[in-house]
């Protein structure tokens, strides 16, 4: 969805972080986005994580036919999963469980994010490095379209400072400079990958 084209690269992200850039995304500008995830995250939750493996507290309805009951249970695993994304002390106590993924996977369902995709990579990282001169010249290419393109919005971004930017322009920049940053870690793993290989006896 357009909502999240314009996505950071996600380097130096952790897995929760990821997820609430998603999660911030969808609530933000879509009304009821985040009571539908949150109904949905529970849903998966409840029916994954047995109830006496359970480190969340999620609030269920006595009666699932009762639309205001639902609502303020509802409103309750909202902030239990506000409270999750806000305080890395909450978040290092239900870990185990894995909430962010739950969350992660509802987004999916809801918005056909790639927001499990983007987890899928940072956890089994792909670690084909280019080697062969076209890889190496299309790395290059790649390398140099990101960053002129982030110089270019920078030059536009920071002329007359920061403070008459909209949100959206400097989050634009930032995705931005966050993929050209993202390009030269492909370049430096590329120089790494062959300075060990060269380590190795032969």
Request: proline share 3%.
């Amino acid at each position: 969805m357009k909502l999240f084209d314009m996505r950071p690269a996600f380097h130096g992200y952790s897995s929760s972080s990821i997820v609430k850039w998603y999660y911030d995304r969808a609530w933000n500008t879509m009304t009821g986005a985040k009571r539908a995830i949150v109904a949905r995250t529970v849903d998966l939750y409840i029916a994954e994580i047995a109830e006496e493996h359970r480190t969340v507290k999620m609030n269920i309805p006595e009666d699932p036919e009762d639309a205001d009951e639902f609502l303020e249970c509802n409103k309750k695993n909202t902030k239990v999963i506000d409270d999750f994304f806000a305080d890395n002390t909450v978040r290092n106590k239900h870990f185990r469980d894995n909430l962010e993924i739950f969350v992660a996977r509802s987004i999916d369902e809801i918005f056909e994010s790639d927001c499990c995709e983007v987890l899928r990579q940072k956890l089994f990282p792909e670690k084909v490095m280019p080697q062969t001169q076209d890889e190496l010249d299309e790395l290059l290419a790649d390398t140099n379209s990101s960053y002129t393109l982030a110089v270019n919005e920078c030059v536009k971004v920071f002329r007359n400072g920061l403070g008459d930017d909209t949100e959206e322009e400097l989050e634009i920049l930032e995705s931005k400079l966050l993929s050209a940053r993202e390009m030269l870690d492909k370049n430096m793993g590329a120089i790494e990958h062959e300075l060990i290989r060269r380590k190795i006896p032969k």
